[in-house]
């Protein structure tokens, strides 16, 4: 009796292992999926830029559309103050969302008087839930000044319920401008 409750608590062990690893595939199929779509858009669709970042394990693409050489990089605790224009990767050429007071009133339904336009001000390193897991991916890698267009998987995405136009888990592509880093001193 004593081996059959063994061979239980074993046979128990082993199957708990295999649902934690089936619960984990859907992650890694889905941004191998999200990643291949990437690819497959970027190829069909060239743009210009300047240079390019490619992180294939995590499935993130950024590209500069203009430089700026400044050299100034963000740190962590730093204030960003940047612009953006946010769009669902499946439909590209519709805007979800901007910082820009022209993209809004050219894009009606995004302009209200009610909402302020204008950059961003947030502290590297603190977005969690605030903004796109991939802005704490994309702003190590850009300088102050810089345009970028980053493609960010699903996984990177809005998870944020509070933006309805953006859903959850979708593919983005955001255009950043980074205007100004302040540093920890600059910003307290």
Known sequence: MKNL??????????????????????????????????????????????????????????????????????????????????????????????????VAEYWSFLFSDKHVFGPVEYIFGSSLGKLADGFEIVFPIIEEGDKVTAFFPSRYGNKNPAYPRIPGNSLLIFDLELLEIKGKAESD
């Open 5 to 102: 409750c063994l061979g239980f608590l074993l046979l128990m062990i082993l199957f708990s292992g295999c649902e934690t690893e089936n619960n984990q595939a859907p992650l890694d199929i889905e941004l191998q999926r999200d990643i291949q779509r990437i690819n497959n858009y970027i190829r069909n669709n060239p743009f210009p830029f300047e240079k390019e970042y490619n992180n294939p394990t995590l499935g993130v693409r950024v590209f500069w559309t203009e430089v700026a050489g400044s050299g100034k990089k963000p740190n962590f605790g730093d204030t960003l103050i940047f612009d953006y224009v946010a769009r669902r990767f499946d439909e590209p050429d519709w805007v979800l969302d901007t910082s820009k007071k022209s």
